[in-house]
């Protein structure tokens, strides 16, 4: 079989999963090739191996049952960068970018910042800020050794100078040091996970699920910030779509000041900071 009939085929098959079967089937042949897209256009009646077809086929089974492409290639791509996803990490999404933005627009110096992300998984979060401000000192958090060992892994691969800490949140940090303490923690409800479960299944529920309202890790964390900020020090937090009154409130009930909250490109509010 050559490559045009090969990805026909596996587009077809992807339909009743994805909305975009051409494009996760052509990422899935290139990962065993390992060529890139314009590969495969450039070289349409090239023949495939048996073998080949073999591991295509078992990539596109995974695929229809709903496993996630990053899973399947154990990549993702965030801020540009390219890093090693397992299913003890989340899938860094899109529109997650919208936390790094909010921090290195408020901070455009590139030196004197102390920044903790909580909750790292993969190292998306603070992998992007470094960088962007490689002299800036980022820590990471993160209570799963798993997770906790692909991040250190992807910063090994970028040559990131990144200090890791296993531990819930903020424990393992330092008191009173950080000018920033950057989150993407877990929040849908539990009522709200049947409604999630289908698309999420194969990532971790204690990265995603958070109590009755979806924002008891905000809440735990609103209040054990305050004691790891330096004075004028932000927390910074994403959130559901729905949930930027709520955060902020929280957020002015803890005496955080000069709330605010930033939309993304859907003008969705998924983003609040708070200032101490």
Known sequence: MDIFSALSEAAQLLSIITDVPQLDAEILLCHILQVDRSYLRAHREQSLSPLIEQQFAALIQRRAQGEPIAYITGH????????????????????????????????????????????????AIALALAAERPQWEIHAVDSSVKALAVAQQNAQQLNSKIAFHLGSWCHPLPRQHFNVIVTNPPYIAESEWAAY??????EPPQALLAGPDGLDAIRHIILMAKEYLKSSGRLFLEHGYQQSAAVQNLLKKAGYQQIRSFQDLAGHKRVTVGSL
């Open 197 to 202: 479960a289908g698309g999420l299944k194969f």
């Open 76 to 123: 993702a791509e965030f801020w540009s960068l390219d890093l090693k996803v397992t299913p003890d990490t989340l899938i860094p999404r899109p529109e997650t970018e919208l936390l790094v933005e909010c921090v290195l627009r408020e901070f455009p110096q590139p030196t004197g910042m102390a920044i903790a992300d909580l909750g790292t998984g993969s190292g």
